[in-house]
């Protein structure tokens, strides 16, 4: 028997239509897409701009073409950043920023003299927004922010930053790597310009896909040129999107499969997805709340996080504890920093991190209670 607890890195199970798609498209259609003129091309760029248009649905976005495909998160925020920031330009970001923005902002800062003004937090990764106001300066040229955190899943006031930002013409990317199909996102309400999506985790896509929602063209200068399939005569990357942003052979069959994925999500609905986790997340909480040497991080209350919660047990190292859950009881959970070293300096584990469990749509109560049962016999040995 296994307990996969480890949805923030990726979400496992997936729908078996989401398999079923890859496989379909690998199988029957195979070709590549917008590069052909014959049929099954045709069939292949269908399915892509489907896949497009699910997106914009489930972000409430309206232009499909705004869609941008890429590999994951991380290169979409880093095409986003690089193609948005200038030399000696100013990025407004939050404190507990994943390494996808942290180390794309300081490799700017060290090589383009950017300047870096993280919005300050408290112990629960909770950020006021309303501190962002007072960081703007006139060469401020991005705000940057996590949706949620993967560390203490905290969610952050994307509504309110975004309204900030749309205020002062700035523009406003966000990291929903952790949220997306399991938070509502409404890309037109939340204020967001630029919503960067993996398509591997809550979303229940396959991994290697990913990308960008672009509320407006011209937003992003093109980061990477090449083959699009249209306008090869011109000797630069074309200017109107998705096409500045894409360049090269798609990964049509992962694409498929996240189409798949996102209409599952809309048939469950995201607020049912949200729901069951929010009550799972509500559930470990008391279990683990209930034991005596578990030290628990973030906000504790599961209407301000998502599925997401670090604890250290006693002083038992993180990796120990992971260790054991997995080799005696079978229990996947991650330890260590998770590549957001800033959430870890808010709490103080920088030396040691934390064991983090992340449960996902498929997760069960029962799940956490072997989880809970695991910990008592490990604690009672120590
Ligand atoms: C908040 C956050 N941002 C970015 C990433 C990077 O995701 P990917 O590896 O899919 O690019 C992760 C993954 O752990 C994450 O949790």
Redesign the pocket.
């Known amino acids: 028997m296994s307990i996969y607890l480890d949805n923030?890195?990726?979400s496992y199970p997936k729908p078996d239509l989401v398999a079923d798609s890859v496989y379909h498209f690998m199988k029957h259609i195979g070709v590549s897409v917008g590069r052909g003129s014959y049929n099954r091309a045709q069939k292949a760029g269908e399915i892509v701009y489907e896949t497009r248009k699910l997106l914009c649905q489930l972000f409430n976005h309206s232009n499909p073409e705004h869609v941008v495909f890429m590999s994951?998160?991380?290169?979409a925020?880093n095409l986003a950043i690089r193609g948005i920031v200038t030399p000696g330009g100013h990025v407004i970001t939050s404190s507990i920023?994943?390494n996808?923005?942290w180390r794309c902002l300081k490799m700017l800062e060290r090589d383009y003299s950017i300047q870096i003004s993280p919005v300050l937090c408290d112990s629960s990764g909770t950020t006021d927004p309303e501190t962002i106001q007072g960081l703007i300066r006139p060469n401020t040229q991005l705000i940057v922010f996590?949706h949620?955190?993967?560390v203490l899943g905290t969610i952050q006031p994307i509504r309110q930053s975004g309204t900030i930002a749309r205020r002062n013409s700035i523009p406003f990317l966000v990291?929903s790597?952790?949220t997306a199909g399991a938070y509502p996102i409404d890309m037109q309400a939340d204020c967001i310009d630029i919503l960067a999506f993996?398509g591997?985790?809550s979303l229940l896509g396959p991994?290697g896909t990913?990308g960008l929602v672009v509320k407006d063209e011209g937003m992003i200068r093109p980061q990477k040129a090449g083959g699009t399939g249209r306008d090869s005569f011109s000797p630069y990357q074309p200017e109107y999107l998705p096409d500045c942003l894409e360049a090269g052979t798609f990964n049509g069959s992962g694409i498929a499969g996240l189409g798949a994925a996102v209409k599952y999500i809309l048939g469950e609905t995201v607020q049912a997805i949200r729901n069951k986790e929010q009550q799972l997340t509500d559930y470990a909480l008391k279990q683990l709340k209930c034991l005596d040497k578990v030290i628990l991080y973030g906000p504790g209350n599961p209407e301000k996080m998502v599925g997401v919660i670090s604890f250290n047990v006693s002083n038992i190292p993180a990796v120990e504890i992971a260790y054991a859950l997995d080799e005696v009881y079978g229990i996947m959970v991650r330890a260590g920093l998770?590549?957001?070293p800033t959430a870890h300096r808010i709490i103080g584990t920088e030396q040691v991190g934390t064991v983090r469990i992340s449960l996902g749509y498929f997760n069960q109560e029962k799940d956490i209670d072997l989880l809970v049962a695991a910990l008592s016999e490990i604690l009672s040995k120590v």
Not at 72 to 75: K, S, Y
């Open positions: 923030a890195a990726t994951n998160v991380t290169e925020i920023e994943h996808a923005v996590t949620a955190s993967n990291d790597a952790q993996t591997h985790k991994m990913g998770h590549c957001a």
